[in-house]
């Protein structure tokens, strides 16, 4: 196949100040959960985006001294030789696919409490910590200012040394250079305070120093904010941020723009959609010659192109597009654009950085297993035998597990109870914002449609006597799980005792199936993820007066973790739901419900006359203990093994679903340590 001419202009080169990238496609630093800790892991993970034909890809935040440490979090570091013989093992195979790599030099401030290093941390003032560490940072006088300017010079010839094609000045995300140029943060009275100008001269310093130090081979990207904040989504407030943009607009090789709402830029596809922050960076091309990349959870290229012709931006950013897909620039220019694993925007990649682990992806189970296990996104190896292999249940487990296994030359049957395939993906998708989320469906269905040697069985709700009749030689049970209606989560370690009534009690799956209560209604969240605060909207929006009961601090308190958050617990209040923090469910007949403190356990009551809850899951996995009795009794057609994936095993996220069933056709008649399953990333260099 040919590319569509449509999309030449993403393959144009761009030069870059001393150079140039071979096409439009800018892998723009994001977090893994890797850096410094897991060196080779994080190289693979880059160099696989590479091989799939990004033009740039970056590191993500980059310390360049031990006074900026974000332990936990696994950052980059740039402090020493060591650091850059680490870095070498990504430039090297960066380079090898004509990618540049860069590197993004982050100075943390108050927001790093240096809790390895023990450092006093920096800022602009002395200001308490971000994350809550008991600590505040230290005022910088005259002599600091001067010592990190030389932190940010040794730190960029370091990264010159390492390979590094692109080196970052990182001034925006609240972090220390962006706190000199905010107007309520940065209150000094000397030449680093006051005017716009003053409050510039930081970050000119060190861009300027950054060219003079490496330049002259590297080109020097800024990251910078462009709006005020404050606006409504899609109405952007410039005022300060763009005078500063035009005082320095000819000064660096490249501008790296954000927004300054980070709920926004990293936005949900519940609440965010593709190319949403067109508005904010519209007139920054008309004010630089520089080439501009920005991003926009961009998969689709006809956004990619529009943006490109019309000037808004000269490169695609993208982080979690290329995470989902790290092919995704190979396919459109070999003409397979149907073939792109799209980003569903549900941010569990996001949650690795946020948990201080390796990141995962929905759509990608090989995401941060290049190293460590040896997959890879577009290859895998043939069968390891002549095998039939049933799987039963096409939710995203079985649909993933199916496509694996069909793709190494399996023949596969895929048993699906229903007449829409999906399982959870097709049911939570047509909640209120998921509708992206059928793309984990939508992508396995095609591409299981272009395998001959597997057969997709619609309305099949298979028995034991039927899988012994197929007399597959494996078999793995991908039947999913159900919500529980008695209470059991982590408020209730047992079952409620006396049980909520059945005629008014409901849990998520009764609502998605459209089995509406009447009536206000207490929806109750002890799960803490998206399930309970979709079920509150949903309500709402069906006309129910809603109370969302949580023993947690906050809506959707796990939430946290992906960068959405606050956005839904802005939602149900925009909707009018009543919200009920910190307390627990202990009893409810229809008509009362008795709350119980989750501090003291004293107890309050409130009028409701049904319940959702949305607490726990049940795995269906009958079928899964028949099988195994099937197989110790040698019955006829017994299979010679039978393995639960996905929800059916345990209940968890959909990534969790996906990586299950992509796992068990990875593994399916492999020799696996099952002690010791994947390397671990140990780097050991001798000292500087």
């Not at 023990?118 to 001067?146: C, G, L, T």
Request: proline share 5%; charged share 25%.
């Amino acid at each position: 196949m040919t590319r569509d001419p449509r999309y030449d202009i993403l393959f144009e080169p761009v030069k870059i100040g001393p150079v140039t990238a071979k096409n439009r496609f800018y892998q723009v630093p994001h977090c893994t959960g890797m850096g410094w800790l897991r060196p080779r892991m994080v190289a693979d993970l880059r160099a696989t985006k590479a091989e799939g034909g990004w033009g740039v890809v970056c590191t993500e935040y980059c310390s360049i001294h031990p006074a900026s440490d974000d332990s936990p979090y696994a950052s980059h570091s740039l402090w020493d030789k060591n650091d850059i013989k680490a870095h070498r093992l990504m430039t090297d195979k960066l380079h090898q696919y004509d990618c540049l790599a860069g590197a993004e030099l982050w100075v943390g401030g108050s927001r790093s409490a240096n809790l390895l290093s023990r450092e006093v941390p920096m800022d602009v003032a002395s200001m308490p910590n971000w994350n809550y560490d008991p600590q505040q940072s230290r005022a910088m006088d005259r002599a600091d200012i001067k010592e990190l300017r030389r932190w940010h010079r040794n730190a960029a010839l370091r990264a010159k040394e390492a390979g590094f094609d692109i080196v970052y000045v990182y001034a925006t995300h609240q972090y220390l250079l962006d706190n000199f140029l905010n107007p309520n943060l940065n209150k000094r009275n000397d030449e680093y305070g006051g005017s716009i100008e003053n409050r510039l001269r930081l970050v000119r310093e060190i861009i300027e120093e950054t060219k003079e130090a490496v330049g002259d081979k590297c080109a020097v990207a800024v990251r910078f904010t462009v709006d005020d904040g404050g606006g409504a989504d899609g109405v952007p407030v410039h005022d300060e941020r763009m005078a500063m943009f035009e005082i320095m607009a000819e000064l660096p090789d490249l501008w790296d723009i954000n927004v300054s709402d980070y709920s926004l830029e990293m936005g949900v596809s519940r609440f965010v959609k593709e190319g949403a922050l067109e508005s904010y960076i519209a007139e920054v091309k008309s004010k630089t010659s520089k080439p501009v990349v920005s991003v926009g959870r961009f998969t689709s290229p006809d956004t990619m192109a529009s943006q490109v012709k019309r000037g808004i931006i000269d490169l695609v950013g993208a982080a979690r597009p290329s995470i989902a897909d790290p092919f995704l620039p190979q396919k459109i220019e070999q003409g397979r654009a149907e073939d792109i694993r799209e980003c569903i925007g549900c941010n569990i990649c996001y949650t690795g950085d946020s948990k201080n682990v390796p990141i995962r992806c929905t759509q990608n189970p090989t995401t941060g297993e290049e190293w460590r296990r040896g997959w890879h996104p577009e290859k895998i190896d043939r069968k390891g035998s002549d095998s039939r292999v049933l799987v039963v249940g096409a939710g995203p487990a079985g649909l993933e597990a199916a496509l694996a296994l069909g793709q190494r030359g399996y023949d596969v049957m895929l048993a699906e109870a229903s007449r829409e395939p999906g399982g959870r993906v097709t049911t939570e998708s047509a909640l209120p914002g998921l509708s992206e989320w059928a793309r984990v469906r939508d992508y396995r269905l095609l591409q299981i449609g272009k395998l001959p040697n597997v057969e997709i069985f619609r309305e099949n709700e298979l028995s034991l006597e039927d899988i012994l009749v197929i007399e597959a030689d494996h078999v793995a049970i991908a039947t999913g799980a159900k919500w529980r209606v008695d209470g059991y989560g982590n408020y209730h370690t047992a079952t409620m005792d006396p049980a909520p009534p059945d005629h008014c009690s409901f849990t998520p799956d009764d609502i998605m199936a459209g089995n509406m209560p009447e009536g206000p209604t207490i929806v109750y969240d002890d799960d803490g993820f998206y399930m309970g605060s979709l079920m509150a909207e949903k309500l709402r929006l069906n006309g129910n007066e809603v109370i969302y009961l949580t023993p947690a601090s906050k809506v959707s308190i796990w939430s946290t973790n992906n960068a959405e958050q606050v956005r839904v617990q802005r939602r149900l209040i925009e909707l009018g739901v009543e919200i009920i923090l910190d307390h627990g469910l202990d009893k409810f007949d229809g008509e009362t419900a008795t709350l119980g403190c989750a501090y003291t356990g004293r107890h309050r009551s409130i009028s409701a006359k049904n319940v959702v809850m949305v607490t726990s899951r049940t795995p269906q996995d009958k079928l899964y203990y028949e099988l195994l009795d099937a197989i110790e009794n040698n019955l006829d057609g017994a299979p010679k093994s039978v393995k639960r994936i996905g929800d059916a095993e345990a209940p968890s996220i959909i990534a969790a679903a996906t990586f299950a069933g992509h796992k068990y056709a990875r593994e399916l008649d492999c020799d696996i340590d099952v002690d010791n399953p994947t390397k671990h990333d140990r780097v050991f260099f001798d000292s500087p």
